[in-house]
């Protein structure tokens, strides 16, 4: 037992992968369907199995140089050259340069009377002879299951297909054998039962009226793959398969920033978003999410670079027109090439699809910056999960790419908008909140940096606005008590202007008349000093003068006291 | 397997030239290689043939192995295939006609509904 099992991982080893070409398919099936053996393609009517063989076969010859060999049962070689001649494939030129061959076998029941025993030789000669003619290495054979429908003996059938099966094994041939879904079981007539190797279940189906298709690897004997439904496209360029490129989470990571376009938050994100990070932007109606949106494009065009805009709300010219408004000439960086915009409703096909024709106008236009305005009206075609899968793989897909991206989304009421958003915030780096706030009779936005990973940023709510020559951000009136926004704001600035005003020219007064009564008692100060002086110069002279009349009264004392010695009459006198 | 064909093949021919008549039945049967399921094919539709359209038929027989292509234009899927030609509308039998009434009844020679009696 050990033996042969060390002997079959061996084999498994050295399974040989067939290159689909068709995109995404290759990726979950890492590398392409078991070279050599056949691989079962089962979905209900309309999933698109006839397409991915016939994709399978065409880019085989035009990818890898495998000429194939297409055997319809249901289509007529003009039928199928007609139905794939949108995608650009040419079949009639194929066939003329011999690398393709068609053949379509047309069972008619009501012409057919078995009886006795027979065997399926016409087909396998059939097959033969068109794989010796192109040198065929790839074989579809569309839909077996016909047989079924129109031969009875069930026995001979099946006998038969397991030679048939056998027999392309020996051949060499890659073979995709197309069956119907049946009721419980993943073909009708149970062929998983003879092509076991491989077995890819198409689905197409329809949710809330919007259809979507889905492609699944049941089983894949001897190789890993991917195990999930992936989403599954068909559009002008054939199928594409989506798989979720988030195996791993390792794409690299920049520290360069990016400006956003918006000078004041830049300085409050401390330089601007991280390249290849993933920006929400969300917000209730009105509050100016696409403008921000257009002024990172804006930023990203006039540095050069270029910028993809999925619209699901507005027409372009809606956009460039509006946007003119306050400031933001769209229309030049989309007449240079720089913008592009994909617009379309979101409701016109499924998430997938939009997902896919995302996939699709990156890798053609290989933007540096995405913005998809808004992200909310996908809810219209898709729940929250899957929704979040979608985003999930978008950002992904994204970063893996080095490209920046930006999502608006839509939040209804005011409050419950951090709740709401839980779904997809923790996908996203950046998140930047807006907010409408009413107060006295207006609505002012407030812009608030919820997170931003691994960069400081402002906790500082800002007032937002929209004006003629763009965005600006204003810090919000903080004062006490209040946190004032808008006229408001502009209102309370004035009002404090002028209390300032009035506090300066009152203390102004107050020091003219501290100076004027300064200057009033320096002045009776002077003038006290000099009646001091003139005191002193009085006291002076006034001393001075009773000395010389007491000099004077003691003299004439002296003579009178002389006169009345000398002559009494004289001193009547 | 060629000469038997070619013995078959010649004396049906000839007596479809003196039977003169309206109604011609052309028969072509394809086979696989010489298997004793095509050899029982042939001997049982050549068996039905003379008991049944004596003188108004011919038998064609055609080796796919030899002539590959020639499956797609009848649509031979399985061998052995029985093709009547003419008359028109085109029938197919599949299988080594083992089963006469199956035969007869594939070939238009006796109505569907008469078959139990």
Same mark, same amino acid.
């Given at each position: ?13 050295? &399974? ?82 011999? /690398? ?229 000439? &769209? ?224 003299? /004439? ?5 002389? &006169? ?10 | ?117």
């Amino acid at each position: 037992m050990p033996k042969k099992k060390a002997a079959r991982s061996r084999a498994l080893a050295a &399974l040989e992968k067939c290159p689909t070409g068709i995109t995404g398919l290759d990726e979950i099936t890492f590398g392409g369907l078991p070279r050599g053996r056949a691989t079962l393609v089962t979905g209900s009517a309309g999933s698109g199995k006839t397409l991915l063989a016939m994709e399978f076969i065409v880019r085989g010859i035009r990818d890898f140089g495998e000429p194939g060999v297409f055997m319809a049962f249901e289509e007529t070689a003009e039928e199928l050259a007609a139905n794939v001649a949108s995608l650009g494939f040419d079949l009639d030129e194929l066939i003329r340069r011999k /690398q393709l061959a068609i053949d379509y076998v047309r069972l008619e029941r009501s012409e057919i009377e078995e009886t006795g025993e027979y065997s399926l030789d016409g087909l396998f000669i059939r097959l033969d002879s068109m794989i010796q003619e192109v040198g065929a290495k790839r074989v579809v054979i569309d839909t077996i299951e016909a047989l079924f429908a129109n031969l009875s003996d069930e026995g001979i059938l099946r006998a038969e297909l397991r030679r048939l099966f056998r027999w392309l094994k020996d051949k060499g041939v890659t073979a995709i054998i197309t069956g119907e879904q049946g009721q419980n079981t993943l073909t009708r007539h149970g062929l998983e039962e003879y092509v076991s190797d491989c077995v890819i279940f198409l689905d197409h189906r329809v949710v809330d009226q919007i259809a979507t298709r889905r492609l699944r690897v049941v089983k894949y004997r001897g190789s890993a793959h991917g195990t999930n439904e992936y989403p599954t496209m068909i559009d002008e360029h054939g199928l594409t398969v989506l798989p979720i490129s988030s195996l791993g989470l390792d794409y690299p990571v920049s520290n360069e920033r990016v400006s956003t376009g918006i000078d004041g938050l830049d300085t409050m994100l401390g330089g601007g978003y991280y390249r290849a990070s993933s920006i929400l932007v969300s917000g209730s109606a009105g509050t100016g999410k696409s403008s921000i949106a257009t002024a990172f494009a804006d930023r990203v065009c006039r540095d050069g670079q270029c910028c993809l805009y999925f619209a699901f709300e507005e027409a372009p010219a809606q956009i460039v027109r509006n946007m003119a408004s306050i400031g933001y000439d &769209l229309d030049k960086w989309v007449r240079k090439g720089l913008l592009r915009f994909h617009a379309v409703r979101s409701t016109l096909y499924g998430l997938e699809q939009h997902l896919g024709s995302a996939h699709k106008q990156v890798s053609d236009f290989q933007p540096a910056v995405v913005i998809v305005d808004p992200i909310t009206n996908l809810t219209a075609i898709g729940d929250e999960r899957e929704i979040k899968s979608m985003l999930t793989r978008i950002i992904d897909f994204l970063k893996g790419l080095g490209v920046t991206a930006l999502f608006t989304s839509l939040t209804s009421g005011g409050h419950t908008a951090e709740q709401s958003e839980v779904g997809i915030s923790s996908l996203m780096d950046t998140w930047l909140l807006l907010r409408n706030v009413e107060d006295a009779g207006e609505r002012n936005r407030l812009l608030f940096i919820l997170k931003s990973r691994g960069m400081a940023h402002s906790n500082q709510v800002r007032e937002f606005l929209l004006t003629d020559g763009g965005i600006g951000l204003r810090e919000v009136y903080v004062g006490p008590g209040a946190v004032l926004a808008g006229s408001a704001r502009v209102a309370q600035e004035a009002r404090d202007r002028s209390q300032v005003n009035g506090e300066r020219q009152s203390a102004a007064r107050r020091r003219r008349e501290l100076e004027q009564e300064q200057a009033l008692v320096t002045a009776q100060l002077e003038a006290l000093r000099v009646k001091t002086a003139s005191l002193t110069e009085e006291l002076q002279a006034l001393g001075s003068s009773e000395e010389a009349r007491l000099d004077t009264a003691a003299r /004439q004392r002296e003579e009178m006291t002389r &006169l009345r010695g000398a002559t009494p009459e004289q001193a009547h006198r | 397997m060629p000469t038997k064909t070619e013995r078959t093949k010649t004396p049906r021919r000839s007596s479809r030239k003196t039977a003169v008549e309206p109604e011609t039945w052309n028969l072509r049967l394809y086979v696989a290689g010489q298997t004793s399921r095509s050899i029982a094919a042939l001997e049982n539709l050549e068996r039905i043939c003379q008991e049944h359209l004596a003188g108004k038929y011919s038998i064609e027989v055609i080796d796919l192995l030899k002539d590959p292509k020639l499956a797609r234009g009848d649509q031979i899927l399985a061998v052995p295939t029985l093709v009547r030609k003419l008359p028109e509308p085109v029938r197919k039998i599949i299988g080594d006609l083992s089963n006469q009434e199956r035969v007869l009844v594939g070939l238009d020679l006796r109505p569907k509904q008469l078959e139990p009696s």
